[in-house]
């Protein structure tokens, strides 16, 4: 059984609930506000390991008091921070978010200590086996995703790009992962590109998921049961990742992402609260 190692993002998501989206030059008063803890690197590191996955964050956080608060909310999730470094120059990243009445969120993210990730990477990477799950988001510098997949390569394990939020990847890093994991605006952007892409899994929320052709039904949800989709996605993957690094087939850990990615709409934030189990 192998382990999964997220290479990403840890940002603070400061979350306003409004009536409606605002249009550009409009000033909305929200009904209320949230401070959660985010970033897609940690969502779905948080997201593997509630599914039973050994996993090892890597990413960088600002020498302030939340990254401290951050490191120490991981490692009580039982998440490995040994390669969880601190910017002294940079704070901790930041997401603001606002979800409507019909529970769909736009989403503005600050980078902050995020774009110093790969600082001591060459020295401080950690080492890689066979059978770990090498999972990367795109709230890092690319350059450091680039390097990171094929570090991964090179070692032999299997390295999965979630393309978000999109960008464009040399088709050289591209065609390392199995899969790239992509919704359906992403797939667009994907396609587009023009780029060569060897496995691609598209999610498509509610009408579920695809993988080179293998569907997978999204789990049925009754309007009520929908409080927030705003960390759906890093679920389905860190629960997906989980099940890879377990040996589960594709059928499988699809089945598995699915029920994580619905399970995840049933709480305010990309991820549970603490005191709700794991």
Request: net charge negative.
């Amino acid at each position: 059984m192998g382990r999964v190692v997220v290479v990403g993002s840890l940002n603070v998501d400061h979350i306003a609930h409004v009536e409606s989206h605002a249009k550009p030059g409009e000033t909305l008063l929200a009904r209320d506000y949230e401070q959660q803890f985010g970033g897609k690197g940690a969502n779905q590191a948080v997201a593997a390991a509630a599914a039973g996955a050994d996993v090892l964050m890597v990413g960088c956080v600002g020498d302030d008091s939340l990254g401290e608060s951050y490191a120490a909310r991981l490692a009580a999730r039982g998440i490995d921070t040994t390669y969880l470094t601190r910017d002294a120059h940079k704070p901790t990243g930041a997401a603001y978010i606002t979800v409507d009445e019909s529970r769909e969120n736009i989403i503005i993210v600050v980078p902050g200590a995020n774009d110093s990730a790969a600082a001591r990477w060459p020295d401080g990477f950690p080492t890689l086996q066979r059978d770990d799950v090498v999972l990367l988001s795109l709230e890092i510098p690319l350059t450091a995703v680039a390097w990171a997949a094929e570090r991964a390569h090179e070692h032999g394990a299997r390295v999965v790009i979630n393309i978000a939020p999109y960008a464009e990847l040399p088709s050289s890093v591209l065609a390392l992962a199995d899969p790239i994991v992509a919704n359906e605006h992403e797939a667009l952007q994907l396609a587009d590109s023009g780029a060569g892409v060897g496995s691609l899994l598209v999610t498509m929320g509610g009408n579920g998921a695809v993988w080179d052709g293998l569907f997978e039904p999204a789990v049925p949800l009754a309007p009520e049961d929908i409080l927030d989709t705003t960390g759906a996605g890093d679920a389905f993957v860190g629960a997906l990742c989980a099940a890879l690094a377990a040996g589960a087939d594709r059928a499988e850990a699809m089945r598995r992402a699915a029920a994580a990615g619905a399970a995840a709409v049933g709480h305010r934030g990309a991820q549970p609260p603490v005191e709700q189990p794991d």
